[in-house]
């Protein structure tokens, strides 16, 4: 498809979307959980006619209280609206992928109300065959019934890779064994899209799970160019395509920010700040001006005035109310919208961040960013596909301050022409991350779905 179409695409008026849920919106504190029912009682088979066909997406993440992953998700049904205008979209939520841990609860919207249905599941590849087995035949748990009601009748499933391909992590086994499920005994037409992929060698129990689930899917694309390097070197064998992340669609909508948004902009005036958010790797603060989160902060502090401490996700909040005391600088509460992240974005200086979609989203307004690593590799990812520098080691920042100090001083003295460019930037990626939606139509098409054709 050409880009000049792609562009046409975008720019294209969205009307509403048809969702197999009961209630969804990507708006904080409106999120509407059932506290005593697994959700699949709120999946119905809902026909658009006969054009219309229905996709299951696994693990939506909007259910999680983070910019990214509401950011993410409404660009992923951007996408899907762009490349399939009639058809019927069912929802598999993220907290569905895990077990009830309080540790997890206030990652979530309503987390302690969470109910997860409850099923056997694989713990290594050798066991997917027979796990299966015991789905099929009724013996695999309470809440199989939930998992195989959602399965039922959809046209095609779509695995959304976002937050989980790397480690040991629960909600990656779960996920793909579900993609593998659905297309090997299911016959159901089955992609991984928009994913992260970090596989390693220290406890190898992704690495045989995802060769044996990504050998049968009928698609596989990635969002980075460092899982891009994960993939061929870990399964060579596997065709995968590098397509950008799906947050980079979103439309710029910052003029009408929240009530907390609007309070900050009037405590700072005109003075000019950063924001700051260090993401989840551990960082050293803890022993007040002594540690090394002060010590960066009140350095950069002498080229910027100001500080504006972002919570992104409920863990971090007390680590940056504590910081914000400390270094006299402002706290901004976990606000409604990622939307309000990045109009908070369109005005600072710069961002110091540790996560991987804050980079995302403040690119869509020309903001550049100054990188943390994490605990995979989806930071580096996300700053080799933006154009952005090589993220700095979050466990040793303290030998690191003057280079980040260097590092902010060529910002501030790149002013709008490198805006401008990062704009332009995230704007040619845009149009490259739609390509996620022309690859579910063409595998639609070319199982026979009825009414898809390969083209738009």
């Known amino acids: 498809m050409r880009p000049s179409r792609l562009k046409a695409m975008l720019k294209a008026v969205l009307p509403p979307i048809v969702v197999d849920v009961a209630k969804f919106t990507l708006r ?55 490349a399939i205008p009639k058809h019927t979209l069912r929802l598999l939520p993220s907290h569905w992928l895990i077990d009830p841990d309080p540790n997890w609860f206030e990652a979530f919207y309503n987390g302690t109300t969470l109910v997860q249905p409850r099923a056997i599941w694989p713990e290594v590849a050798d066991q997917f065959d027979y796990i299966a087995d015991e789905w099929l035949a009724g013996r695999g748990g309470p809440g199989v019934d939930a998992y195989l009601k959602a399965l039922h009748g959809v046209d095609i499933v779509i695995l959304n890779g976002e937050g989980s391909m790397y480690r040991t992590n629960l909600s990656a086994i779960r996920e793909l064994f579900l993609a593998w499920f659905a297309k090997t005994r299911l016959g159901i037409p089955t992609i991984f899209i928009n994913g992260l992929v970090h596989l390693t060698l220290v406890v190898p129990i992704l690495p045989a799970m995802m060769r044996k689930t990504f050998r049968v899917l009928d698609a596989v694309t990635v969002r980075d160019p460092w899982s891009l390097r994960n993939v061929h070197e870990f399964m060579p064998e596997i065709p995968v395509k590098l397509v950008p992340d799906s947050a980079l669609v979103l439309s710029v909508e ?89 109009a908070v974005l369109a005005r600072t200086k710069f961002q110091i961040s540790g996560r991987n979609h804050n980079p995302v989203l403040g690119a869509l307004v020309g903001c550049p960013a100054i990188s943390i690593g994490t605990t995979s590799h989806k930071v580096h990812g996300i700053c080799e596909l933006l154009g952005f520098d090589t993220p700095y080691d979050g466990t040793d920042l303290r030998s690191n301050i003057e280079e980040i100090k260097a590092h902010a001083a060529r910002h501030l003295g790149a002013g709008a022409a490198l805006r401008d460019e990062i704009k332009k930037n995230a704007a040619r990626l845009a149009v490259e991350s739609l390509e996620m939606g022309v690859i579910v139509r063409d595998v639609l098409a070319k199982c026979g779905a009825s009414g898809v054709s390969t083209t738009a």
Do not use: W
């Open 28 to 82: 904080r504190g409106e999120h509407d959980r059932s506290a005593s029912q697994p959700q699949a009682a709120n999946f119905t088979l809902r026909e658009l006619g006969s054009q219309s066909p229905t996709l299951l997406l696994l693990n939506d993440c909007s259910d999680q209280a983070n910019y990214g992953a509401e950011g993410l998700m409404e660009g992923l049904i951007r996408i899907f609206k762009a």
């Open 254 to 342: 910052i003029d009408n920010p929240s009530p907390g948004v609007k309070s900050l902009f009037e405590q700072l005036g005109d003075r000019a700040f950063f924001c700051f958010d260090p993401g989840p790797m551990p960082s050293d603060h803890r022993f007040g001006r002594q540690s090394s989160m002060y010590q960066l902060i009140m350095e950069i502090k002498r080229l910027v005035p100001q500080a504006v401490m972002v919570a992104s996700a409920p863990a971090e909040k007390p680590l940056l109310r504590q910081l914000a005391t400390e270094t006299d600088s402002i706290y901004l509460e976990l606000q409604p919208s990622y939307r309000d992240l990045m």
